[in-house]
C-alpha cells in the first residue's frame, strides 16, 4: 500500500475484504473517518486511514467490542497501530518474558506487557493463547522450586488488577447485570472468573461476580434474589456428583440458564447446564444465552 495513495470506500471495503456498509457504519459510529479531501470535494481514505481500518478489522475478528476496538485505533499515541500488533511475540516466547520480569519482581515491566497484549488482542482474544500458558508455566516454575511464591504472587495480583480495571473503564453500570459468576464453593481460583467478566465487559455485557469459594447456599440467594439470566460456576478442581454445589445447581437449572467452566466438570453431569472448556467457549455460551 505506497503512501499518497487515496481509497474510496468501496476500494477500502474490497481491500479489507468488508462489507461497504460496515466501512460507512465504523465511520459514522466510531470515528473511523477519511482524512482526505479531493479538489472535488469528495472524501477518501489515506494509507494511515486504512491501515487503522485494518487493524479495527483485526481487533473486532479477536473479541473486542468495535467501541473499545476503536478507542485503541484512535489513541492519541498509537501512531502506527499495525507495528503495535505485530511487535507481540509469539505465546511461548511472550510467557517466557513475562515469567522473566516475575522473577526479578518487575511490576512495572509485567504491567507493561500484559497492557500492551490485551490492548492489541482484548481478553477475549488473550486468555487462551497468551495468558493461560503463560500463568501455567508460572505454576510449574514455582512447583519445581525455580521460581519464588511471591513471583507468582506478584503476576497474578498484576494480572487482576488489570482485569477488574478494565471491566470498570467498560462496563457503563447503569443496568443490573443479567450474569452471575462464582467459583465453587472450595475453589481458591478467581482469575479464570475475572477474565471472563472482562471479556464479557468487552462485548458490553455485564456480569456480577461473587469470588472465589462462594458457598452453595449463598449461590442460591443470590439467584433467587436477582433473577439473572445465565449463571456461570468456575471449578479447577473436580466436583464430586451429588455433593451440596451439585445439589443447588440442579436446582437452579430450572430457573436459570448454567454454564459450567474449569476442568473439575469434566465428569460431571447437570441437567441443561453447558460445559466450556475454556474462555472462548463460556464467552460463546454466556453471549448465547444473554441473546436467548
Given at each position: 500500500m505506497p503512501p499518497g495513495v487515496v481509497w474510496s470506500v468501496g476500494d477500502v471495503a474490497s481491500a479489507l475484504d468488508l462489507p461497504a456498509s460496515t466501512v460507512r457504519t465504523w465511520e459514522r459510529?466510531?470515528?473511523?473517518?477519511?482524512?482526505?479531501?479531493?479538489?472535488?470535494?469528495?472524501?477518501?481514505y489515506d494509507t494511515a486511514d486504512v491501515e487503522r481500518m485494518r487493524l479495527m478489522q483485526r481487533l473486532v475478528g479477536q473479541g473486542v467490542a468495535p467501541a473499545?476496538?476503536?478507542?485503541?485505533?484512535?489513541?492519541?499515541?498509537l501512531l502506527q497501530p499495525?507495528?503495535?500488533?505485530?511487535?507481540?511475540e509469539g505465546p511461548e516466547q511472550w510467557a517466557?518474558?513475562?515469567?522473566?520480569?516475575?522473577?526479578?519482581l518487575d511490576a512495572r515491566r509485567i504491567r507493561a506487557m500484559l497492557h500492551e497484549l490485551v490492548?492489541?488482542?482484548?481478553?477475549?482474544?488473550?486468555?487462551?493463547?497468551?495468558?493461560?500458558?503463560?500463568?501455567?508455566?508460572?505454576?510449574?516454575?514455582?512447583?519445581?522450586?525455580?521460581?519464588?511464591?511471591?513471583?507468582?504472587?506478584?503476576?497474578?495480583d498484576v494480572l487482576l488488577t488489570m482485569l477488574?480495571?478494565?471491566?470498570?473503564?467498560?462496563?457503563?453500570?447503569?443496568a443490573p447485570p443479567s450474569i452471575m459468576m462464582a467459583s465453587a464453593e472450595d475453589d481458591q481460583h478467581s482469575l479464570p472468573v475475572v477474565a471472563l467478566q472482562a471479556a464479557l465487559a468487552e462485548r458490553g455485557i455485564e456480569a456480577h461476580v461473587f469470588g472465589?469459594?462462594?458457598?452453595?447456599?449463598?449461590?442460591?440467594?443470590?439467584?433467587?434474589?436477582?433473577?439473572?439470566?445465565?449463571?456461570?460456576?468456575?471449578?479447577?478442581?473436580?466436583?464430586?456428583?451429588?455433593?451440596?454445589?451439585?445439589?443447588v445447581l440442579t436446582?437452579?437449572?430450572?430457573?436459570?440458564?448454567?454454564?459450567?467452566?474449569?476442568p473439575g466438570w469434566e465428569h460431571t453431569t447437570i441437567p441443561q447446564a453447558r460445559h466450556a472448556r475454556d474462555l472462548s467457549s463460556a464467552l460463546a455460551a454466556l453471549a448465547a444465552e444473554i441473546a436467548y
Open positions: 459510529r466510531y470515528g473511523l473517518a477519511p482524512s482526505v479531501r479531493t479538489p472535488g470535494g469528495h472524501r477518501r473499545e476496538a476503536a478507542r485503541t485505533v484512535l489513541r492519541d499515541d499495525a507495528a503495535a500488533v505485530l511487535r507481540l517466557v518474558d513475562v515469567v522473566r520480569a516475575g522473577r526479578v490492548d492489541a488482542r482484548g481478553v477475549g482474544g488473550s486468555w487462551d493463547e497468551y495468558l493461560v500458558p503463560m500463568l501455567r508455566r508460572l505454576g510449574e516454575d514455582w512447583a519445581c522450586g525455580s521460581l519464588g511464591v511471591e513471583s507468582e504472587h506478584l503476576v497474578s477488574r480495571t478494565r471491566v470498570e473503564t467498560l462496563v457503563p453500570g447503569d472465589q469459594r462462594l458457598p452453595a447456599a449463598a449461590l442460591a440467594t443470590v439467584v433467587a434474589r436477582t433473577q439473572p439470566q445465565a449463571v456461570f460456576v468456575w471449578a479447577s478442581m473436580p466436583r464430586p456428583t451429588g455433593d451440596r454445589l451439585h445439589r436446582a437452579l437449572s430450572a430457573q436459570a440458564r448454567i454454564v459450567l467452566g474449569g
